[in-house]
């Protein structure tokens, strides 16, 4: 490393021997710039070379850097040099085609100069005047995803809704379940706060009980309803009803459901209609997390999953995992912005202004968790208009074909299963009991193959426990992802089973 | 606008006219990025041209834009023309050298090259495993920033504490209000939410009331001290402790205190050290909001503001506000991970990983709201490096040095006053109500003069209003900001002062 020598004081010569420091001259700017464009479009030209999951060891990095930083500057290629050294190495490479761990990150050049120009504006949009297009662009984006989705217009700026840009599902979550819980206790009084339930399956993803304890749900009144493989492991309207009914009973407020299309285990899709229905019988904010599976609802024949969302209240998706977006990008609609502004907002006198006061204009403060925030819809507006609805419509469905040709391998494989059906992208399998037998048990010896898999550097996959029982996660969608690297990653699987069976 | 003609349905021509989609083709990607370089750099070098603050009206952009996305792709260049044409004019620029509103938001090339790299990557980093890199670059980077402000070991990773990046001022205060708040009802349990009471002065950032609220801490036990002009708008120990001490009296229990180093309206500071014998007393989470303030304290003769800052709970700065960092940045210490981690952990099956159940390394999705995160820490590393240590303590003393200038050119000008003395970079002034008295009252003329000002498109500068009197802020430090722009600002307020006392 370069700076080894730089200790954290000032050295025995003059700092007047540091020529003056101008650390954004347009030309050294270009320079740097222009030279990291390369070094990044080498990096995707050559990332199939590097082990998808990083097989560095915990610490490796302290070990290898100053323990303080550097007095003095260092070259850019100093820097590069140790990207290329000590920091590739320790990467766990998510946009590699061989990625198919989790659910994808996906990104496109037309999302990478989006971000480009959402960083160099360095605006802080935390009112309108602030940065006008910063809002404005944001407010037309969400509309035009809005109709892509073919949401009802009470979802719109253009009817009587409208939607944010929120970095995480968890923000989106978040904020929706604080609007509901102060319209609640606004009627009902702060103390009440105790009576207060919330609702999700033991599917939703994880980050709803964080939002509870962050907004301050008790604990013990976070009711996660079980799901079972008879039902795809999708949320019963049944048991729903049933939960909420007792809760009345024992006096009880039933606050918040949390559905989900397309959740992180299985991509199961809670069914919408009957779920409203329950909500709507209770008086019950309904949110949906799409955040993976939303996406795919631009296509025509993956709308029906969100039918009945118009009795929702709000609705949040995520175009960085599957509209080539980059992180992060998480889109929120809601019906009743009045609700999220009566929550969230905050009128310091020095942010006060004439549009601001004249209600004209939207304050994307009060619809977050924080005051500032980025010029966040160019990206996505990079994304739309380079791609057009047609080429987006197209990834999705490449992507969902690729899972299919994978889908068909396990199928033809009479040592493996499909353990629930694949609705997205995403394939669920593992070995069969009866070829574990022989060997150990069924959890054991998919144990076995996802590590062997994992430990070649050549594909990156992951697990999940459903239902008690215990599955491989093939989800197809990197950005780079063709199908001949979904053959190969079956052929390596293939032949890691060959490895574990014999015993090696 | 290039998209008008493209409707949101398939048009009549067939889909397969539509070439192969590819949408990271790597010399595609290394095109469009050299020339999305070389339209920031021109950006940069003309910036000067463009008026500071937007000069659009409420609404401008929608009637510009195409109500829908279009179906088919549009050209980078048509793209890049509608930046040109349609969002630049609606920019507030904040990186103008005329820009000295609010506080500046700072950047550097360094940041740039860096924030490209973290985005590049795409890595989801909310485990060690997920991006072993990112999660140890953010450790040591944070280790290192600790070093250059004198933090003590307690609130390092080679001490007992650590560092973590969050997005804003506004997430660092929720969590660690969160890890306290649990803290405390884990011992008195849930239903004592209702007792729990946090504080903070009259000149606290509006965020912190919004993170109560959040956090579901009842709106009436939210205690709010008022300062005065005579102690310089710093929060008073004395009222501190006669408030608290009237909780305990009342039954109620002090949770958490939120001092400040360097406030919004008037760069204050709070006196950590006799606030620290008070939130000590009464068993309280000291947290240190210094997102602005404590930048300076990388200089040895600005430390001195943070003195007692060992016996607080945590710490927050942003470097995106002083230290060239671009958004977001806001930087997090604390003394007690293991309470955040208690506060904010999940551990969904999907998640589980050797490392983790090791507890060898550090998962940061337990140290924040959401789940996913980017490399943070690279865009912070680049910085450190190519400028050292020197360099940005010469960028702070170089922005107090202008900001004394003007402060000097104030008090040449006997028709205008400073309000506060200047701490940091930051002038509050205004015109005397003396001189005002002969036109309206001093309010009425001071916005005259601001409005004046602004609308002339030069300069931006915000007010804000502290103790009742109307005040002009005048923030010095975007990183283009030169000698000669805060000679030029001061001449057009003098100009402005002149037509506006002649009733213009």
Sequence with gaps: MGSLEHPNSAPADPPSSVPEFNPLDPE??????????????????????????????PGYLRARLPETAPYRPESFDTILNDVRNDIIPGMTHWLSPNFFAFFPATVSSAAF??????TAFNS???????SPAATELEMVVMDWLANMLKLPKIFMFSGSGGGVIQNTTSESILVTLIAARDRSLNTIGSDKISKLVVYSSDQTHSTFKKACKIAGIFPCNIRTIPTTVDTHFALSPVLLRMTMEADVSSGYIPLYLCATVGTTSTTSVDPLQSLADVANDYGVWLHVDAAYGGNACICPEFRHFLVGIERADSLSLSPHKWLLSYLDCCCLWVKRPDLLVKALSTNPEYLKNKPSESDSVVDYKDWQVGTGRKFKAVRLWFVLRSYGITNLQSHIRSDVRMAKMFEGFVRSDPRFEIVVPRLFSLVCFRLTRCVCSELGDTETMNRKLLEWVNLTGQVYMTHTIVGGMYMLRFAVGTTLTEERHVIAAWE?????????LKGC
Aim: glycine share 8%; hydrophobic share 45%.
């Design 113 to 118: 100069v989006g971000e480009m120009l959402c």
């Design 492 to 500: 390596l699987i293939r032949g890691g089973v060959d490895k574990i």
């Design 28 to 57: 050294e700017f270009r320079k740097q710039a222009h030279q990291m464009v390369d070094f990044i479009a080498d990096y995707y030209k050559n990332i199939e070379s590097y082990p998808v999951l990083s097989q560095v060891q």
């Design 124 to 130: 802080v949009g935390f009112n309108w005047l602030a």
